[in-house]
Protein backbone atom coordinates (compact mmCIF):
# COMPACT_ATOMS: atom_id res chain seq x y z
CA UNK A 1 0.00 0.00 0.00
CA UNK A 2 3.26 2.17 0.07
CA UNK A 3 1.78 4.18 -3.27
CA UNK A 4 -0.47 5.87 -1.32
CA UNK A 5 2.81 7.33 0.45
CA UNK A 6 4.39 8.63 -2.68
CA UNK A 7 0.61 10.40 -3.69
CA UNK A 8 0.52 12.42 -0.78
CA UNK A 9 -2.36 10.90 0.32
CA UNK A 10 -1.59 8.71 2.57
CA UNK A 11 -2.93 7.94 6.13
CA UNK A 12 -0.12 6.89 8.72
CA UNK A 13 -0.50 3.38 10.02
CA UNK A 14 -0.15 5.37 13.62
CA UNK A 15 -3.89 6.42 13.17
CA UNK A 16 -5.49 2.96 11.80
CA UNK A 17 -2.87 0.84 14.52
CA UNK A 18 -4.22 3.20 17.25
CA UNK A 19 -8.16 2.65 16.23
CA UNK A 20 -7.50 -1.45 15.50
CA UNK A 21 -6.26 -1.68 19.50
CA UNK A 22 -8.63 0.62 20.72
CA UNK A 23 -11.79 -1.61 19.19
CA UNK A 24 -9.58 -4.83 19.96
CA UNK A 25 -8.66 -3.56 23.62
CA UNK A 26 -12.26 -2.14 24.32
CA UNK A 27 -14.99 -4.34 22.29
CA UNK A 28 -12.22 -7.93 22.32
CA UNK A 29 -10.70 -9.70 19.91
CA UNK A 30 -13.29 -11.08 18.40
CA UNK A 31 -15.59 -7.72 17.56
CA UNK A 32 -12.24 -6.11 16.02
CA UNK A 33 -11.87 -9.51 13.60
CA UNK A 34 -15.61 -9.02 12.31
CA UNK A 35 -14.50 -5.27 11.75
CA UNK A 36 -12.08 -6.25 10.05
CA UNK A 37 -13.82 -9.08 8.12
CA UNK A 38 -16.46 -7.08 7.12
CA UNK A 39 -14.06 -4.65 5.38
CA UNK A 40 -11.96 -7.28 4.04
CA UNK A 41 -8.34 -5.98 5.77
CA UNK A 42 -5.67 -8.20 6.02
CA UNK A 43 -5.62 -11.18 8.73
CA UNK A 44 -2.81 -9.07 10.56
CA UNK A 45 -4.44 -5.88 11.07
CA UNK A 46 -2.17 -2.40 10.42
CA UNK A 47 0.90 -2.14 11.23
CA UNK A 48 1.91 1.49 12.86
CA UNK A 49 4.73 2.47 10.91
CA UNK A 50 3.65 1.90 7.39
CA UNK A 51 0.79 3.94 5.80
CA UNK A 52 -2.60 3.48 4.07
CA UNK A 53 -5.42 4.44 1.87
CA UNK A 54 -6.52 7.15 4.00
CA UNK A 55 -10.40 6.08 2.90
CA UNK A 56 -9.72 3.24 5.78
CA UNK A 57 -9.66 5.46 8.88
CA UNK A 58 -13.16 6.54 8.34
CA UNK A 59 -14.42 3.15 7.02
CA UNK A 60 -13.15 0.90 9.89
CA UNK A 61 -15.02 3.87 12.76
CA UNK A 62 -18.11 3.68 10.77
CA UNK A 63 -18.51 -0.03 10.54
CA UNK A 64 -17.79 -0.53 14.02
CA UNK A 65 -20.24 2.35 14.67
CA UNK A 66 -23.20 0.44 13.00
CA UNK A 67 -21.99 -2.92 14.73
CA UNK A 68 -22.34 -1.21 17.93
CA UNK A 69 -25.08 0.84 17.15
CA UNK A 70 -23.28 4.28 18.52
CA UNK A 71 -22.59 7.34 16.71
CA UNK A 72 -18.74 7.67 14.84
CA UNK A 73 -18.53 10.94 17.67
CA UNK A 74 -19.09 8.82 20.49
CA UNK A 75 -16.86 6.41 19.38
CA UNK A 76 -14.15 8.71 18.85
CA UNK A 77 -14.82 10.76 21.82
CA UNK A 78 -14.32 6.60 23.71
CA UNK A 79 -11.26 6.36 21.89
CA UNK A 80 -9.56 9.74 23.27
CA UNK A 81 -10.47 8.46 26.47
CA UNK A 82 -8.79 5.16 25.84
CA UNK A 83 -5.76 6.74 24.60
CA UNK A 84 -4.95 8.51 27.70
CA UNK A 85 -6.76 6.24 30.60
CA UNK A 86 -6.36 2.46 29.16
CA UNK A 87 -3.22 0.51 31.00
CA UNK A 88 -1.77 -0.56 27.69
CA UNK A 89 -1.65 3.26 26.29
CA UNK A 90 0.29 4.04 29.36
CA UNK A 91 3.42 5.70 27.54
CA UNK A 92 0.89 8.36 25.27
CA UNK A 93 -0.40 9.30 29.17
CA UNK A 94 3.23 9.96 30.18
CA UNK A 95 4.27 11.78 26.96
CA UNK A 96 1.24 14.19 27.30
CA UNK A 97 2.16 14.56 31.16
CA UNK A 98 5.48 16.22 29.94
CA UNK A 99 3.22 18.73 28.96
CA UNK A 100 3.50 20.56 32.22
CA UNK A 101 2.80 20.22 35.90
CA UNK A 102 -0.80 21.72 36.40
CA UNK A 103 -3.86 20.83 34.11
CA UNK A 104 -3.55 24.51 32.66
CA UNK A 105 -0.20 23.83 31.56
CA UNK A 106 -1.07 20.42 29.68
CA UNK A 107 -3.75 22.53 27.79
CA UNK A 108 -0.86 25.29 26.44
CA UNK A 109 1.11 22.41 25.88
CA UNK A 110 -1.12 21.45 22.77
CA UNK A 111 0.02 24.24 20.90
CA UNK A 112 3.17 22.31 20.84
CA UNK A 113 2.02 18.90 20.38
CA UNK A 114 2.08 18.13 16.91
CA UNK A 115 5.88 20.09 16.38
CA UNK A 116 6.70 17.18 19.37
CA UNK A 117 5.15 15.18 17.68
CA UNK A 118 7.00 15.35 14.41
CA UNK A 119 9.93 15.16 16.53
CA UNK A 120 9.70 11.63 16.52
CA UNK A 121 7.27 10.58 13.92
CA UNK A 122 8.48 12.84 11.11
CA UNK A 123 5.81 12.27 8.59
CA UNK A 124 2.96 12.26 11.08
CA UNK A 125 1.53 15.20 10.39
CA UNK A 126 -1.36 16.21 13.27
CA UNK A 127 -3.75 18.99 12.76
CA UNK A 128 -2.47 22.43 14.27
CA UNK A 129 -4.13 23.23 17.56
CA UNK A 130 -4.25 26.72 19.17
CA UNK A 131 -5.31 26.98 22.55
CA UNK A 132 -7.01 30.46 23.62
CA UNK A 133 -7.37 31.55 27.72
CA UNK A 134 -10.54 32.93 27.54
CA UNK A 135 -10.59 33.89 31.30
CA UNK A 136 -8.56 32.19 33.96
CA UNK A 137 -10.20 29.04 34.21
CA UNK A 138 -11.82 28.92 30.38
CA UNK A 139 -10.22 27.95 27.76
CA UNK A 140 -10.90 27.18 23.71
CA UNK A 141 -9.27 25.47 21.40
CA UNK A 142 -8.75 25.63 17.71
CA UNK A 143 -8.14 22.87 15.87
CA UNK A 144 -6.66 23.45 11.97
CA UNK A 145 -5.92 20.64 9.11
CA UNK A 146 -2.82 18.83 9.05
CA UNK A 147 0.22 20.81 8.01
CA UNK A 148 -1.50 24.09 8.21
CA UNK A 149 -0.24 26.73 11.13
CA UNK A 150 3.04 28.06 11.93
CA UNK A 151 5.26 25.18 11.42
CA UNK A 152 6.31 24.60 7.65
CA UNK A 153 3.71 22.81 5.50
CA UNK A 154 5.00 19.28 5.40
CA UNK A 155 4.25 18.24 1.66
CA UNK A 156 3.30 14.85 0.63
CA UNK A 157 3.13 14.21 4.44
CA UNK A 158 0.24 11.27 5.15
CA UNK A 159 -2.88 13.17 6.16
CA UNK A 160 -4.42 11.86 9.25
CA UNK A 161 -8.15 11.57 7.68
CA UNK A 162 -9.99 11.12 11.05
CA UNK A 163 -11.89 13.63 12.52
CA UNK A 164 -9.52 14.55 15.25
CA UNK A 165 -12.11 17.14 17.63
CA UNK A 166 -14.52 14.46 18.81
CA UNK A 167 -10.77 12.55 19.62
CA UNK A 168 -9.42 15.27 21.74
CA UNK A 169 -12.58 15.79 23.54
CA UNK A 170 -12.13 12.48 25.09
CA UNK A 171 -8.84 12.93 25.31
CA UNK A 172 -8.58 15.67 27.02
CA UNK A 173 -11.34 14.86 29.84
CA UNK A 174 -9.09 11.75 30.56
CA UNK A 175 -6.03 14.12 30.96
CA UNK A 176 -8.04 16.37 33.37
CA UNK A 177 -9.14 13.24 35.39
CA UNK A 178 -5.44 12.47 35.67
CA UNK A 179 -4.50 15.98 36.55
CA UNK A 180 -7.01 16.02 39.11
CA UNK A 181 -8.96 18.51 37.96
CA UNK A 182 -12.78 18.80 37.13
CA UNK A 183 -13.63 19.94 33.87
CA UNK A 184 -16.75 20.66 31.77
CA UNK A 185 -15.98 20.71 27.61
CA UNK A 186 -17.87 21.31 25.16
CA UNK A 187 -17.22 21.00 21.41
CA UNK A 188 -18.32 24.04 19.19
CA UNK A 189 -18.74 23.17 15.99
CA UNK A 190 -16.30 20.82 14.08
CA UNK A 191 -13.36 22.45 15.15
CA UNK A 192 -13.14 24.15 17.79
CA UNK A 193 -14.11 23.31 21.94
CA UNK A 194 -14.22 25.58 24.77
CA UNK A 195 -12.99 23.51 28.62
CA UNK A 196 -14.23 25.36 31.46
CA UNK A 197 -11.97 24.08 34.51
CA UNK A 198 -15.15 23.98 37.34
CA UNK A 199 -12.28 22.71 40.07
CA UNK A 200 -8.23 22.67 39.42
CA UNK A 201 -7.97 19.91 42.22
CA UNK A 202 -11.26 18.07 42.38
CA UNK A 203 -8.46 14.90 42.86
CA UNK A 204 -5.28 14.14 43.66
CA UNK A 205 -3.45 14.16 40.60
CA UNK A 206 -2.21 10.93 39.27
CA UNK A 207 1.57 10.11 40.04
CA UNK A 208 4.05 11.42 37.20
CA UNK A 209 7.83 11.47 37.56
CA UNK A 210 10.27 12.55 34.18
CA UNK A 211 12.26 9.30 34.86
CA UNK A 212 10.23 6.77 32.98
CA UNK A 213 9.12 3.53 34.49
CA UNK A 214 12.00 0.55 34.32
CA UNK B 1 22.94 38.88 47.77
CA UNK B 2 24.08 39.44 44.14
CA UNK B 3 26.70 38.20 41.96
CA UNK B 4 28.29 41.02 39.67
CA UNK B 5 29.22 39.99 36.27
CA UNK B 6 31.70 41.48 34.64
CA UNK B 7 30.72 43.91 31.35
CA UNK B 8 32.35 43.03 28.18
CA UNK B 9 31.97 46.67 26.92
CA UNK B 10 33.80 48.71 29.67
CA UNK B 11 31.54 51.30 28.52
CA UNK B 12 28.21 49.36 29.78
CA UNK B 13 27.92 49.69 33.36
CA UNK B 14 27.56 46.58 35.50
CA UNK B 15 24.48 44.58 35.90
CA UNK B 16 23.24 43.28 38.71
CA UNK B 17 21.76 39.87 38.64
CA UNK B 18 19.70 39.07 42.14
CA UNK B 19 21.02 35.71 42.83
CA UNK B 20 16.65 34.50 43.59
CA UNK B 21 17.24 35.33 39.87
CA UNK B 22 20.21 32.90 39.37
CA UNK B 23 18.73 30.22 41.42
CA UNK B 24 15.91 29.89 38.89
CA UNK B 25 17.91 30.10 36.04
CA UNK B 26 20.58 28.29 37.04
CA UNK B 27 19.28 25.67 39.13
CA UNK B 28 22.60 23.48 38.62
CA UNK B 29 24.77 26.40 39.65
CA UNK B 30 27.77 26.90 42.56
CA UNK B 31 28.83 30.12 43.40
CA UNK B 32 32.25 30.99 45.21
CA UNK B 33 34.25 32.86 47.20
CA UNK B 34 38.02 33.57 46.49
CA UNK B 35 38.75 31.92 49.43
CA UNK B 36 37.11 28.79 48.03
CA UNK B 37 33.89 28.86 50.25
CA UNK B 38 30.72 27.89 49.04
CA UNK B 39 28.53 31.01 48.84
CA UNK B 40 25.53 30.13 46.71
CA UNK B 41 24.16 26.98 45.12
CA UNK B 42 20.88 26.82 42.14
CA UNK B 43 17.96 25.29 43.82
CA UNK B 44 18.47 21.76 42.47
CA UNK B 45 21.74 21.46 44.14
CA UNK B 46 20.44 22.73 47.29
CA UNK B 47 17.85 20.11 47.32
CA UNK B 48 20.03 17.45 46.55
CA UNK B 49 22.93 18.44 49.24
CA UNK B 50 21.21 20.22 52.19
CA UNK B 51 17.91 17.67 51.67
CA UNK B 52 16.32 20.82 53.20
CA UNK B 53 16.11 24.28 53.44
CA UNK B 54 18.09 24.92 56.56
CA UNK B 55 20.55 22.27 56.19
CA UNK B 56 21.46 23.93 52.74
CA UNK B 57 21.53 27.18 54.98
CA UNK B 58 23.85 25.82 57.14
CA UNK B 59 26.63 24.66 53.43
CA UNK B 60 26.72 28.41 53.05
CA UNK B 61 30.59 29.77 53.98
CA UNK B 62 31.78 25.95 54.04
CA UNK B 63 34.78 24.83 51.91
CA UNK B 64 33.71 23.54 48.33
CA UNK B 65 34.59 19.99 49.23
CA UNK B 66 32.92 19.22 51.69
CA UNK B 67 29.89 19.50 49.08
CA UNK B 68 31.99 18.67 46.06
CA UNK B 69 34.35 16.50 44.78
CA UNK B 70 36.20 18.07 42.10
CA UNK B 71 36.98 15.58 38.87
CA UNK B 72 38.54 18.38 36.54
CA UNK B 73 40.56 20.29 36.62
CA UNK B 74 42.59 18.75 39.14
CA UNK B 75 41.92 21.83 42.08
CA UNK B 76 40.56 24.87 42.79
CA UNK B 77 43.59 27.14 42.38
CA UNK B 78 43.50 25.86 38.32
CA UNK B 79 39.16 25.89 38.89
CA UNK B 80 40.16 29.81 39.94
CA UNK B 81 41.17 30.00 36.72
CA UNK B 82 37.75 29.61 34.80
CA UNK B 83 37.24 26.65 31.86
CA UNK B 84 35.54 22.96 31.69
CA UNK B 85 34.59 21.84 35.02
CA UNK B 86 33.19 18.30 35.77
CA UNK B 87 32.41 17.51 38.83
CA UNK B 88 30.32 14.87 41.54
CA UNK B 89 28.72 15.47 44.88
CA UNK B 90 30.89 14.48 47.72
CA UNK B 91 28.17 12.29 49.36
CA UNK B 92 26.23 10.98 46.25
CA UNK B 93 29.37 10.37 43.63
CA UNK B 94 26.88 8.52 40.87
CA UNK B 95 25.86 11.37 38.31
CA UNK B 96 29.46 13.31 37.58
CA UNK B 97 27.94 17.12 36.24
CA UNK B 98 30.08 18.71 33.94
CA UNK B 99 30.13 22.46 33.13
CA UNK B 100 32.06 25.62 33.00
CA UNK B 101 33.87 27.85 35.54
CA UNK B 102 33.39 31.77 35.12
CA UNK B 103 35.44 34.04 37.14
CA UNK B 104 34.35 36.74 38.60
CA UNK B 105 35.63 40.04 40.32
CA UNK B 106 37.46 40.05 43.44
CA UNK B 107 38.38 36.29 42.78
CA UNK B 108 35.00 34.78 43.23
CA UNK B 109 33.59 31.85 40.62
CA UNK B 110 30.47 30.96 39.20
CA UNK B 111 30.05 26.95 37.94
CA UNK B 112 27.33 26.45 35.38
CA UNK B 113 26.60 22.90 35.50
CA UNK B 114 24.51 19.79 33.93
CA UNK B 115 24.43 16.57 34.20
CA UNK B 116 26.24 14.12 32.04
CA UNK B 117 24.24 11.38 31.61
CA UNK B 118 20.25 12.78 32.44
CA UNK B 119 17.95 9.93 31.93
CA UNK B 120 20.18 8.12 34.75
CA UNK B 121 20.25 11.00 37.12
CA UNK B 122 16.38 12.45 36.44
CA UNK B 123 15.82 8.95 37.23
CA UNK B 124 18.13 8.32 40.80
CA UNK B 125 17.88 11.13 42.15
CA UNK B 126 13.53 11.65 41.26
CA UNK B 127 14.25 15.04 39.64
CA UNK B 128 11.12 16.91 38.33
CA UNK B 129 10.63 20.06 36.10
CA UNK B 130 11.01 22.43 38.80
CA UNK B 131 14.93 21.06 38.86
CA UNK B 132 15.69 22.67 35.19
CA UNK B 133 15.81 25.87 34.01
CA UNK B 134 12.55 28.13 32.07
CA UNK B 135 14.43 27.85 28.99
CA UNK B 136 16.01 24.83 29.42
CA UNK B 137 15.70 22.05 26.85
CA UNK B 138 15.92 18.96 29.58
CA UNK B 139 12.20 18.18 29.75
CA UNK B 140 12.07 18.33 25.96
CA UNK B 141 15.02 15.98 25.49
CA UNK B 142 13.26 13.37 27.78
CA UNK B 143 10.37 13.41 26.08
CA UNK B 144 11.95 12.95 23.08
CA UNK B 145 13.74 9.70 24.29
CA UNK B 146 10.55 8.45 25.57
CA UNK B 147 8.50 8.94 22.38
CA UNK B 148 11.64 7.40 20.44
CA UNK B 149 11.79 4.50 22.33
CA UNK B 150 8.04 3.85 21.45
CA UNK B 151 9.03 4.50 18.09
CA UNK B 152 11.72 2.08 17.80
CA UNK B 153 9.97 -0.53 19.96
CA UNK B 154 7.33 -0.37 17.13
CA UNK B 155 9.66 -0.78 14.31
CA UNK B 156 11.16 -3.50 16.21
CA UNK B 157 8.40 -5.68 16.09
CA UNK B 158 7.21 -4.95 12.77
CA UNK B 159 10.82 -6.06 12.09
CA UNK B 160 9.99 -9.05 13.99
CA UNK B 161 6.63 -9.76 12.22
CA UNK B 162 8.33 -9.60 8.39
CA UNK B 163 11.38 -11.28 9.66
CA UNK B 164 8.66 -14.69 10.54
CA UNK B 165 6.76 -13.96 7.75
CA UNK B 166 9.48 -14.12 5.42
CA UNK B 167 11.24 -17.48 7.24
CA UNK B 168 7.68 -18.81 6.62
CA UNK B 169 7.52 -18.19 3.00
CA UNK B 170 10.66 -19.28 2.74
CA UNK B 171 9.73 -22.64 4.46
CA UNK B 172 7.15 -23.06 1.84
CA UNK B 173 9.17 -22.39 -1.40
CA UNK B 174 11.08 -25.27 -0.01
CA UNK B 175 8.42 -27.54 0.93
CA UNK B 176 6.66 -30.16 -1.08
CA UNK B 177 3.05 -29.63 0.55
CA UNK B 178 1.28 -32.99 0.43
CA UNK B 179 4.35 -34.63 2.13
CA UNK B 180 5.79 -31.66 3.79
CA UNK B 181 9.19 -33.24 2.72
CA UNK B 182 11.65 -30.84 0.59
CA UNK B 183 11.16 -30.20 -2.95
CA UNK B 184 13.15 -30.29 -5.25
CA UNK B 185 14.64 -26.78 -5.53
CA UNK B 186 15.45 -28.04 -1.37
CA UNK B 187 17.22 -30.93 -2.53
CA UNK B 188 19.15 -28.73 -5.35
CA UNK B 189 20.25 -26.59 -2.55
CA UNK B 190 21.35 -29.05 0.24
CA UNK B 191 22.95 -31.23 -2.95
CA UNK B 192 24.84 -28.46 -4.04
CA UNK B 193 26.12 -28.04 -0.16
CA UNK B 194 27.19 -31.99 -0.10
CA UNK B 195 28.90 -32.02 -3.08
CA UNK B 196 31.03 -28.80 -2.28
CA UNK B 197 31.98 -30.06 1.34
CA UNK B 198 35.06 -32.74 1.54
CA UNK B 199 32.40 -35.09 3.91
CA UNK B 200 31.11 -38.23 1.62
CA UNK B 201 27.42 -38.70 1.63
CA UNK B 202 24.98 -41.49 0.02
CA UNK B 203 22.02 -40.29 -2.64
CA UNK B 204 19.27 -42.85 -2.61
CA UNK B 205 16.40 -42.18 -5.51
CA UNK B 206 13.63 -44.06 -4.97
CA UNK B 207 10.54 -44.55 -7.59
CA UNK B 208 7.34 -46.44 -6.35
CA UNK B 209 6.23 -49.44 -8.56
CA UNK B 210 2.72 -49.53 -9.43
CA UNK B 211 1.96 -46.35 -7.96
CA UNK B 212 0.00 -45.28 -11.31
CA UNK B 213 -2.20 -48.49 -9.92
CA UNK B 214 -2.79 -47.34 -6.70
CA UNK B 215 -4.00 -44.22 -7.97
CA UNK B 216 -6.17 -45.52 -11.22
CA UNK B 217 -8.24 -47.85 -9.25
CA UNK B 218 -8.51 -46.41 -5.71
CA UNK B 219 -8.93 -43.29 -6.71
CA UNK B 220 -6.30 -39.91 -5.64
CA UNK B 221 -7.30 -39.88 -2.19
CA UNK B 222 -5.62 -43.25 -1.76
CA UNK B 223 -2.20 -42.11 -4.00
CA UNK B 224 -2.11 -38.84 -1.59
CA UNK B 225 -2.33 -41.15 1.43
CA UNK B 226 0.17 -43.76 0.24
CA UNK B 227 2.95 -40.88 -0.40
CA UNK B 228 2.07 -39.16 2.98
CA UNK B 229 2.78 -43.20 4.41
CA UNK B 230 6.00 -42.83 2.11
CA UNK B 231 7.27 -39.57 3.85
CA UNK B 232 6.27 -41.06 7.14
CA UNK B 233 8.76 -44.35 6.09
CA UNK B 234 12.01 -42.23 5.12
CA UNK B 235 11.56 -40.32 8.07
CA UNK B 236 11.31 -43.05 10.67
CA UNK B 237 14.07 -44.99 8.51
CA UNK B 238 16.52 -41.90 8.73
CA UNK B 239 18.55 -39.71 10.86
CA UNK B 240 17.13 -36.37 11.66
CA UNK B 241 19.93 -34.49 9.57
CA UNK B 242 19.05 -36.55 6.47
CA UNK B 243 17.47 -34.51 3.54
CA UNK B 244 14.43 -35.97 2.05
CA UNK B 245 12.69 -34.61 -0.98
CA UNK B 246 9.72 -35.75 -2.82
CA UNK B 247 10.89 -34.30 -6.71
CA UNK B 248 6.78 -34.52 -7.53
CA UNK B 249 5.23 -37.89 -8.95
CA UNK B 250 6.02 -40.57 -7.15
CA UNK B 251 10.18 -39.94 -6.91
CA UNK B 252 11.72 -39.49 -4.19
CA UNK B 253 15.76 -38.74 -2.92
CA UNK B 254 17.27 -39.48 0.31
CA UNK B 255 20.46 -37.91 1.38
CA UNK B 256 22.31 -39.69 3.91
CA UNK B 257 24.96 -36.86 5.14
CA UNK B 258 28.06 -37.73 6.28
CA UNK B 259 27.36 -41.48 5.12
CA UNK B 260 30.63 -43.02 4.07
CA UNK B 261 29.99 -46.88 4.87
CA UNK B 262 28.63 -48.29 1.32
CA UNK B 263 27.38 -51.01 3.38
CA UNK B 264 25.67 -49.34 5.80
CA UNK B 265 24.08 -46.76 3.19
CA UNK B 266 22.64 -50.68 1.88
CA UNK B 267 21.20 -51.68 4.83
CA UNK B 268 19.20 -48.13 5.22
CA UNK B 269 17.93 -48.39 1.26
CA UNK B 270 16.54 -51.90 1.83
CA UNK B 271 14.94 -51.30 4.91
CA UNK B 272 13.28 -49.04 3.35
CA UNK B 273 12.13 -50.64 0.12
CA UNK B 274 11.34 -53.64 3.00
CA UNK B 275 9.06 -51.71 4.74
CA UNK B 276 7.44 -49.93 1.14
CA UNK B 277 6.34 -53.33 -0.22
CA UNK B 278 4.35 -53.93 2.71
CA UNK B 279 0.40 -53.08 1.88
CA UNK B 280 -1.00 -49.34 3.17
CA UNK B 281 -4.15 -49.83 4.05
CA UNK B 282 -6.76 -46.93 3.12
CA UNK B 283 -10.38 -47.19 4.19
CA UNK B 284 -10.53 -50.18 4.30
CA UNK B 285 -8.72 -51.33 1.46
CA UNK B 286 -4.80 -52.41 0.37
CA UNK B 287 -2.25 -50.14 -0.95
CA UNK B 288 -0.11 -52.90 -2.87
CA UNK B 289 3.28 -50.36 -3.97
CA UNK B 290 6.58 -50.76 -3.73
CA UNK B 291 9.81 -49.19 -4.20
CA UNK B 292 13.10 -49.16 -6.43
CA UNK B 293 16.48 -47.78 -5.59
CA UNK B 294 19.50 -46.47 -7.03
CA UNK B 295 21.71 -45.59 -4.59
CA UNK B 296 25.25 -43.99 -5.19
CA UNK B 297 28.09 -43.27 -2.64
CA UNK B 298 30.20 -40.09 -2.77
CA UNK B 299 33.55 -40.88 -1.30
CA UNK B 300 35.11 -38.02 0.82
CA UNK B 301 36.63 -35.61 -1.10
CA UNK B 302 35.39 -36.34 -4.31
CA UNK B 303 33.30 -33.66 -4.82
CA UNK B 304 31.14 -34.25 -7.28
CA UNK B 305 28.80 -32.72 -9.47
CA UNK B 306 25.42 -32.08 -8.66
CA UNK B 307 23.96 -33.06 -11.89
CA UNK B 308 26.74 -36.23 -12.53
CA UNK B 309 25.19 -37.99 -9.04
CA UNK B 310 21.83 -37.39 -10.16
CA UNK B 311 21.86 -39.06 -13.76
CA UNK B 312 24.51 -42.20 -11.89
CA UNK B 313 21.67 -42.80 -9.25
CA UNK B 314 19.58 -42.58 -11.98
CA UNK B 315 21.23 -45.01 -13.98
CA UNK B 316 21.79 -47.36 -11.10
CA UNK B 317 17.30 -46.81 -10.20
CA UNK B 318 17.12 -47.97 -13.86
CA UNK B 319 19.38 -51.23 -13.37
CA UNK B 320 17.13 -51.80 -10.20
CA UNK B 321 13.89 -51.66 -12.26
CA UNK B 322 15.50 -53.74 -15.21
CA UNK B 323 16.02 -56.31 -12.49
CA UNK B 324 12.58 -56.97 -11.06
CA UNK B 325 11.72 -53.72 -8.95
CA UNK B 326 11.39 -53.51 -5.23
CA UNK B 327 15.12 -53.71 -4.74
CA UNK B 328 18.08 -50.78 -4.38
CA UNK B 329 21.12 -51.40 -6.87
CA UNK B 330 24.00 -49.76 -5.38
CA UNK B 331 26.90 -48.28 -7.60
CA UNK B 332 30.15 -46.74 -6.87
CA UNK B 333 30.63 -43.13 -7.67
CA UNK B 334 32.16 -42.46 -11.28
CA UNK B 335 34.62 -39.40 -10.84
Same mark, same amino acid.
Given at each position: MSGFGKRGRAVHGLILRAIQCFLRDIWGAAFWQAVADDLRLPAQGFEAMLTYDPALGPAVLDRAAARLNRSRDSLLEDMGTYLVSHPRRDGVRRLLRF %? %??GFADFLHSLDHLPGRVRLAVPDLALPSLRVQALAPDSFRLTVGTPGDGLAAPVLAAPVLAVPVTMVLVGLIRAMADDHGALVLIEAEGDTSLRIDVLDGQHASARDFRLAAPA | MSVAFPPSDPAVPRSLVPMSVLDRLTPLHVALTAEGRISGLGLTLRRLIGGDAAAAGSIAGLPFDTGFTLRRPADLALLALGGPVELTLRDDPRHPMRGLALPLPGGALFLALAFVDLPAAVRDLDLTEADFGPTDHTVDLLWLIEANAAVSGELRSLNRRLQGAQAMAQEQALTDPLTGLRNRRALEGALADHCAGAEGFALLQLDLDRFKQVNDTLGHAAGDHVLIEVARVLTQETRAGDTLARLGGDEFVVLLSGMADATRAMQVADRITRRLSRPIPFEGQACRIGASGGLILAPA? @??? @?PEAILRQADAALYAAKRAGRGRTVAQDWQA
Open positions: %G %GA | R @AFP @A
